[in-house]
């Protein structure tokens, strides 16, 4: 069972901003990108960021230039933490943000066991 734990949302104006963390065991992005999903009410998980091993970024273009991805290692901890930094905000935004691998488990894997529970980021307008 994989141990994701993701905190840092909350309710927030349009325009504002947060800071999302995701803590990990160090083995699970050791040599797999980490990413940062959303699923917003009656939609499909959508990848927003994901960050490689050795530091390549991408992110979905609703995002680009207001969201920065990064990851902190604690090799001494054997724990990663992965943020996100989410600047102007958009009501658009409003979703349960979660991190996990990219690509992500497939979806036939139980869904309980291999992601946490996700942190809502609800933005309003």
């Known amino acids: 069972q994989v141990q994701l734990v993701e905190s840092g949302g909350g309710l927030v104006q349009a325009g504002g901003s947060l800071r999302l963390s995701c803590a990990a065991p160090?083995?699970?992005?050791?040599?797999?990108?980490a990413a940062w999903y959303r699923q917003a009410p009656g939609m499909r998980r959508e990848m927003v960021a994901s960050i490689s091993p050795d530091g390549w970024t991408k992110y979905a273009d609703s995002v680009k230039g207001r969201f920065t991805i990064s990851i902190a290692r604690d090799n001494a901890m054997s724990m990663n933490t992965v943020y996100l930094h989410m600047n102007g905000l958009k009501p658009e935004d409003t979703a349960v943000y979660s991190c996990?691998?990219?690509?992500?488990?497939?979806?036939?894997?139980?869904?309980?066991?291999?992601w946490g529970q996700g942190t809502q980021v609800t933005v309003s307008s």
């Open positions: 996990n691998t990219d690509p992500p488990p497939p979806d036939t894997w139980p869904q309980h066991e291999y």
């Open positions: 160090g083995s699970i992005f050791r040599l797999n990108s």
